[in-house]
Each structure stands twice: as structure tokens, then as C-alpha cells.
């Protein structure tokens, strides 16, 4: 029902900025959608263009089975939450909830008794009437999303919903969003520059770079096979180590060592090809010992993470790589150590265009997950 | 421990820095007087006087009456001239507040080539090239339409001039106004006009108020345009009558003129105290950020 299939959609500004770019996408019904991105990267005008706030400059565009491409806003059948929640100053928190219902032309009494209940379900029940101005910023963002919700729309629109909340609320807010999502089971689009956000909630993420998308996944595909240089930079609490390297004899040469290639490169490079070895530092083992399998350095730095230590390591030819290792493994500073590379986890990368070397997914490797819990 | 011998002259500068100090607070307090003295003299004459059995030009403890007020009641043109006074003033401040919420919303929210030359070109015509320039134009242009001597005539005139500074007031104030107000309704299905109805004309209250308030207080204030387009006596406001207010023998009548101006002055100051106490003349309208 409130499936979204959108094709070949452009949309250019009057000032000659391409937001979004010949952009093919479907979203399933009832799908938490994340669109991830950079700011400037087209995520909201795709967001506002499917709420029909902007009109797209070519391309077509369906909610629910049904051609929205050309219509308003109002008959799209959608709900959007506003970064800064856009509640009403100047009408009470019950008011707000039913302002939509008030516009479907719901009779009075039935739209307060069902923004009352809609409010209580989001435990806004003591603040019913109260104005925006006398609530705090969870409280806001709660009301806005009972606006949304006793709308009972085919799609919800978030955009940065959680931006505006202290970091400890936005936690705190963001599991309550998924489980709200989970009971209303609505199709949403949500639109966040956080990475963290996106991999939390999302049933599916699309990174936009420049008003296209650069990979669609799920957050588990996103995370562990970025699907190029920009989304593997992107994605990630710890930046992904992107180690310049050159194929030698069926190997790695990186930093002065050998690192063994991928199985997933495998016959998709040649010698003397110019890569990037991808490696997070959370698939990245440290060997204590200057001899054997991995990138060979001292340690410079360590980083207390809370249940683990970040280790950078600088190698040879000026390159440094991280590694996290559990609390109480980490080595001192100063120590010769090897940084090795999960191998069914290392990507590698061209150098020449950035994209994923071996097309294929990886095979999920039981071993190499239970050798490394992921994140 | 020894005390690094510090020179006593860093003690004696400190003194004279103090003494500097109360020096120029002293002077500043004495300037602050006169130049507060000066203000409050006239105010206190026009606190005085209107019950002064003899009120002269100065200020001066009055014999007390309420005749100066009797007087004012028995004037053929003194209380009427207050109605009229109203009359102009609601009218251009209807005329005035409508247009100019229209006109500024508009011009805020659609994007139109050259709009803020527009709005600083019509800025700069209606406040400073008109006033007395425009008056023989603006005279012959309401003698051909017919108006003289009708208020519609006064007030088309006078909201003709008050309309650009208050489109250009009411246009800052707009573009305050997050358009996410207006977005969410509109994806909540609301027309253009539930939009203005619902949402944008309660956000934009305190603008409306403010503009609504000074719009009347130009026109209370107002002597030259009424004073030229206004033959009837029994027609012109009281800015106007004002100046009529002489004895047999070609003075001043200051009894008359004392209580009157104080008539004069309450309701503006009435409405000055009812919006900075709703307002505060805060350019937001409960709008946290």
C-alpha cells in the first residue's frame, strides 16, 4: 500500500544546483528507509519532493501504486516531521495533534478525543494542553510525531527528526522511534547525515553523494562491504583505514609489508595494479611481535574507547593504521606490532575510480564473524 | 616572607583613578539631569496645566480646577475632533494592516526579481520624498477624485504613505517566521487560505499588532494632510483643531489647549502601554529558537 517507487527523478534549482540526479528508487511497504548523506547531498529535497514541497524537473514518482509526480502535497496522503517539528506556537499541544484531522474535516469532537489518545500513546498525556513554547525538546519531537501519526498516512516523511536533541536524548528518542515504527508499521522515509542513526534504525539505507545514490543496502551490507571509497569513508563510528597499496605477486604491498589479498579481489586485480586496501579498524587483529602476517608498525597512539582501546600504528612509507582490541589486550605504546586485516572482511578498492574490486558479495563467513564480533 | 617593597605611587595611582572615576560618574549624572530635565518640563506642563485655573507657558504649581475640562466639553469642534481623530485612524490602520500583511507575506515568501529594490525604491519615495514636497501633487490628485474634504480621502492618503514602511516592517517580521510552519500544514492538505487563516496570521499576530498600533499613532499624530484636505472644522481631527484653540484677543487659549492636549494624548498613551505590555514591541511571536 504505501510502497514508493520513484524513476529517473531530477530536480534542478533555479540557480542551476542539481539536487537530485536521474534517481532511481523503490521502497517496499512498510520499510524504514534511511536516506544518508553529507549536507548538500539531495537527501531532503528527494525528502521534500516526495512530499510535494518541491517539484521535480523531470522523472515520475508513485506513493502507493498512484502517479504523485504533479500533485500537491495535501492529496500525496503523507506526513512529514520537520527538523525543527514546526508545532503551531500558538495552539496547545492537543491542538496540534488534531490540526490534521481539523483539515480532513473530522468533527471536532472526535479529532480532540483522537489526538488525546494518539498524545497519550506517545505519554503526552500530562501536557495535553500545554502550549510548544512549555515543553522541552523530546517532548516537542514527540508531539510532532503524533501529529504525524493521527493523520494515519500512507508514508511518513522524518527529516534529522533527532538532530535538535542533546545527545543523550537523541539515543533515548531514536529507540523509541524504531519501536513507534515497529508498532504503526508505516512505510518511512527518514533522512539523517548521521551514520550511526542511519545503521540503527533503517531497514534500508541509500548513501547520497552529490544527488545520486552511491550504494543501497541493508545496514549490515552498508556497513561491512561499502560499495566504494565515498560510502566506506562515510559509514562508520571509526573511519575505515583506506591503505594505498599495489598488488605484488597474488599480495598486498602495504606500508613496507605484505598483507595476503582478499578473497573477494581474487582474479579481479593484476600485478602491479594500484589499490586501496579497505579495512575497518574493528575487523583489524594487532599481533604483538615484529614477525609475520600483517602490516608492520609501532604503536603511536592508544585511544580508551570504554570496552576497548583504538591502537594506531604507524607503519612505513608515512602510513598509519587503527585496530581496536578488547580491554586489557591492548599493547603499550611504543611496542612493535602487526595490524592484520580480517581477511574475509578487508576490501579492496581501485585506485583509479574508487569503486569495490569483486562485484559479488561476500560469502558471510561464520568463522571470520565469530573470530571478530561485529559491531 | 618579603614583600616586594611595590612603590606606594601604584596606591596613590589607584586613588586617582578612583577619584577620576566618581568625577566622571558625577558628570555623567548631571548631564543625565539636565538632559532629563529637559524632556520632562514640557510633560509636566502637560500634566499641570489642564488644571490650572490660570495656566501660563511655564511650569508652575496650579490652583487646582476641572474648569479647563468643562470648557473643552463646551467647544463646538474639541470632542468631536476626537471622534474624527478616531475615524481616520481606524481607517487607515484597517487599510494599512490588511495591505500590508497581504502584500508583505507575498513578498516574503515568492521570490520575484528585483524585490528588494522594489521595496527600497517605494521606502524611500513615501518617507522621505513626501511629506511636504508631495503635498501640491497628493492636493490636486484628491481634488480631482473628488475628495476634498472627506475622510476617505484623508485616509487613502495617509495609508498610501504609511503602507511602504509597514510592507517593509511586516516583511522582515515574515521572513522570520519559519516556512516549516506553513510547509507541515500544507502537507497536512491545508489550502492556501486554511494556511493563512490557521497558521500565519496567529504567528504573525505580534507583527500585525505592532504595525496596527504605530499606523494609528501616525495618524493621531498627523497635522499636515488632514490640515490640507480637510476644509470643514467639524471634520478635522484634533491635531488639526489644536490649532485653533485661540482667545477673542488672538492668543493662545491655554486653558483650552492644556486640557485638550491632554485629552489628546491618553488614548496613544493608553495603547503604547497595551502593546509593550502583550508585545513588549518584541519582534516575535512566542517563537522559540
Same mark, same amino acid.
Given at each position: #500500500?504505501g510502497n514508493v517507487?520513484?524513476r529517473?527523478?531530477?530536480?534542478v534549482?533555479?540557480?542551476? *544546483?542539481?539536487?537530485?540526479d ?12 534511511a ?10 529535497? &528527494?525528502?521534500?519532493? &516526495? ?6 524537473? /523531470?522523472?515520475?514518482l508513485?506513493?502507493?501504486?498512484r ?14 516531521v520537520?527538523?525543527?517539528y514546526?508545532?503551531?506556537?500558538? #495552539?496547545?499541544?492537543?491542538d +496540534?495533534? $488534531? ?5 480532513k ?8 478525543s ?7 500513546n506517545l505519554?503526552?498525556? /500530562?501536557m495535553?494542553?500545554?502550549?510548544p ?5 523530546g517532548?516537542?519531537q ?7 501519526? $493521527?493523520?494515519?498516512?500512507? &508514508? ?7 538532530? +535538535?536533541l542533546? $545527545? ?8 523509541f522511534?524504531?519501536?513507534? %515504527? +515497529?508498532?504503526? %508499521?508505516t ?5 539523517t547525515?548521521?551514520? $550511526?542513526?542511519a545503521?540503527? @534504525?533503517?531497514?534500508r ?11 543501497l ?5 552498508v ?5 566504494n571509497?565515498?560510502?566506506a569513508?562515510?559509514?562508520? /563510528?571509526? %573511519?575505515?583505514n @583506506? ?8 599480495? @598486498?604491498?602495504?606500508?613496507g609489508?605484505?598483507v ?14 594500484e ?10 587483529v594487532?599481533e604483538?611481535g615484529p614477525?609475520?602476517?600483517g ?8 585511544? +580508551? ?8 600504528v ?10 581496536? *582490541?578488547?580491554?586489557g589486550e ?15 572482511r ?5 585506485a583509479?575510480?574508487?569503486?569495490l574490486?569483486? /562485484?559479488?558479495?561476500t *560469502?558471510?563467513?561464520?568463522?571470520a564473524v565469530?573470530?571478530?564480533?561485529? *559491531? | 616572607?618579603?614583600?616586594?617593597a ?5 596606591t596613590?595611582?589607584e ?11 558625577i558628570g555623567f ?6 538632559v ?11 500634566v ?20 479647563n ?23 487607515t ?15 516574503s =515568501?515568492v521570490r520575484i526579481?528585483? =524585490?528588494?529594490?522594489?521595496?527600497y525604491?517605494l ?5 522621505i ?7 501640491v501633487?497628493?492636493?490636486?490628485l484628491?481634488?480631482?477624485l ?15 504613505g504609511?503602507l511602504p514602511a ?15 510552519y506553513?510547509?507541515s ?21 505580534p507583527?500585525?499588532?505592532?504595525i496596527?498600533?504605530?499606523?494609528i ?8 494632510i488632514?490640515f490640507i ?15 485653533n ?13 492644556s486640557?485638550?492636549s ?5 488614548p496613544v498613551v ?6 509593550? =505590555? ?7 511571536g512566542?517563537?522559540?529558537?
Open positions: #500500500m517507487r520513484i529517473s527523478l531530477t530536480k534549482f533555479p540557480n542551476g *544546483v542539481r539536487a537530485i536521474e534517481l532511481d528508487l523503490d521502497i517496499a511497504d512498510g520499510e524504514f528507509f536516506l544518508l548523506g553529507p549536507s548538500g547531498c539531495g537527501k531532503t529535497t &528527494l525528502l521534500r519532493t &516526495l512530499a510535494g514541497l518541491e517539484a521535480p524537473t /523531470s522523472g515520475t508513485e506513493i502507493g501504486g502517479d504523485v509526480t504533479r500533485l500537491p502535497p495535501g492529496p500525496r496522503d503523507v506526513a512529514m520537520f527538523q525543527d514546526a508545532l503551531y506556537p500558538h #495552539m496547545t499541544v492537543v +496540534n495533534i $488534531a490540526y490534521p484531522l481539523k483539515i474535516k473530522v468533527a471536532k469532537g472526535e479529532r480532540r483522537k489526538a488525546g489518545e494518539v498524545g497519550t505519554g503526552l498525556e /500530562s495535553l494542553t500545554r502550549r513554547a512549555q515543553l522541552s525538546g517532548q516537542q514527540r508531539v510532532a510525531l503524533a501529529r504525524a501519526i $493521527a493523520y494515519r498516512p500512507q &508514508l511518513f516523511l522524518l527529516d534529522e527528526p533527532l538532530s +535538535n542533546d $545527545a543523550r536524548l537523541r539515543l533515548e528518542a531514536r529507540t522511534l524504531k519501536r513507534l %515504527q +515497529n508498532e504503526v %508499521q512505510t518511512t522515509v527518514y533522512v547525515h548521521d551514520q $550511526a542513526e545503521l540503527a @534504525l533503517a531497514d539505507i541509500a548513501v547520497m553523494e552529490g544527488g545520486r545514490i552511491r550504494q543496502g541493508t545496514p549490515g551490507e556497513f561491512k562491504r561499502p560499495a571509497l565515498f560510502v569513508g562515510f559509514i562508520g /563510528s571509526l %573511519q575505515m @583506506l591503505l594505498p597499496a599495489t598488488v605484488t605477486g597474488g599480495a @598486498l604491498r602495504v606500508g609489508s605484505a595476503p589479498l582478499p578473497p573477494t579481489a581474487a582474479g579481479h586485480v593484476r600485478d602491479g595494479d589499490v586501496i586496501l579497505g579495512a575497518r579498524p574493528e575487523f583489524a594487532v604483538r614477525d609475520g602476517d602490516i608492520a608498525g609501532t604503536v603511536a597512539i592508544l585511544e +580508551n574507547l570504554g570496552t576497548e582501546f583504538l591502537v594506531t604507524e607503519a612505513e612509507d608515512g602510513v598509519t593504521v587503527q585496530a581496536t *582490541v578488547g580491554e591492548e599493547p603499550a605504546e611504543g611496542e612493535e606490532v602487526r595490524v592484520r586485516p580480517i581477511e574475509h578487508a576490501l579492496v578498492y581501485r583509479s575510480d574508487g569503486e574490486v569483486g /562485484s559479488e558479495r *560469502v558471510e563467513d561464520d568463522a565469530a573470530e571478530r564480533a561485529p *559491531v | 616572607m618579603t614583600a616586594p611595590l612603590p606606594r605611587s601604584s596613590d595611582g586613588g586617582m583613578f578612583l577619584v577620576r572615576a566618581v568625577l566622571a560618574r549624572y548631571v548631564f543625565a539631569v539636565v532629563g530635565a529637559f524632556f520632562a518640563l514640557p510633560l509636566a506642563w502637560l499641570l496645566a489642564p488644571f490650572d485655573k490660570n495656566p501660563t507657558l511655564s511650569v508652575q504649581v496650579p490652583s487646582p480646577t476641572l474648569g475640562f468643562r470648557d473643552v466639553f463646551r467647544d463646538p469642534y474639541a470632542w468631536p475632533s476626537l471622534r474624527n481623530s478616531i475615524v481616520l485612524a481606524l481607517g490602520m484597517a487599510i494599512v494592516v490588511l495591505l500590508a500583511a497581504f502584500a508583505s507575506y507575498a513578498l =515568501r526579481p528585483g =524585490r528588494n529594490v522594489l521595496l525604491v521606502l524611500l519615495f513615501s518617507s520624498v513626501t511629506g511636504s514636497a508631495a503635498m501633487p497628493l492636493f490636486l484628491v481634488f480631482d473628488g475628495l476634498i474634504n472627506s475622510y476617505v480621502g484623508v485616509v487613502l492618503v495617509l495609508a498610501g504609511l509597514a510592507i517593509f516592517i511586516l516583511k522582515d517580521f515574515m521572513d522570520g517566521l519559519p516556512r516549516s506553513e510547509e500544514a500544507r502537507v497536512f492538505g491545508a489550502s492556501s487560505f486554511q494556511v493563512l487563516r490557521d497558521v500565519v496570521a496567529p504567528v504573525a499576530r507583527g500585525f499588532a505592532v496596527a498600533v504605530w499606523a499613532v501616525n495618524v493621531w499624530g498627523n497635522f499636515l488632514p484636505l480637510l476644509r470643514d472644522p467639524s471634520r478635522q481631527p484634533a491635531a488639526v483643531v489644536v490649532y484653540f485661540y482667545t477673542e484677543g488672538g492668543q493662545a487659549n491655554l486653558r483650552l489647549l486640557a485638550f491632554l485629552l489628546y494624548s491618553i493608553v495603547m503604547y502601554l497595551f502593546v509593550n =505590555r502583550r508585545y513588549g514591541f518584541r519582534f516575535h512566542g517563537i522559540k529558537r
